[in-house]
């Protein structure tokens, strides 16, 4: 099966910065548009970010200005960085492979952001 898989998650304060990294398989990476999701207690899971094997991208409203989604094709991998975390940016993070921009085909395990106010 698909192994994508998530990382730099942690605890941070309100304002400052986080960067995700997903890595995938080739095969997966270099045919399909790769996104970021996240889900937060008692809310359904929400599309962040998307980018296409082209280099487009598109944003959830939330968080336009301060998150940049970005992929390195010659390490297979897909970023997130994240500036100015808001309290309610607090979730899990899952990195997704093909599909739409709303729900992907292929899914990591996540990783937890948490903000403190």
């Known amino acids: 099966q698909v192994q994508l898989v998530e990382s730099g998650g942690g605890l941070v304060q309100a304002g400052g910065s986080l960067r995700l990294s997903c890595a995938a398989p080739?095969?997966?990476?270099?045919?399909?548009?790769m996104g970021w999701y996240r889900q937060v207690p008692g809310k359904q899971r929400e599309a962040v970010a998307r980018?296409?094997?082209?280099?487009?991208?598109n944003y959830a409203d939330s968080v336009k200005g301060r998150f940049t989604i970005s992929r390195d094709n010659a390490k297979n991998t897909v970023y997130l960085q994240m500036n100015s975390l808001k309290f309610e940016d607090t979730g899990v993070y899952y990195c997704?492979?093909?599909?739409?921009?709303?729900?992907?085909?292929?899914w990591g395990q996540g990783t937890q952001v948490t903000v403190s106010s």
């Open positions: 980018i296409t094997t082209g280099g487009s991208t």
């Open positions: 997704g492979a093909g599909g739409t921009y709303w729900n992907a085909d292929y």
């Open positions: 080739r095969s997966i990476f270099a045919n399909n548009g």
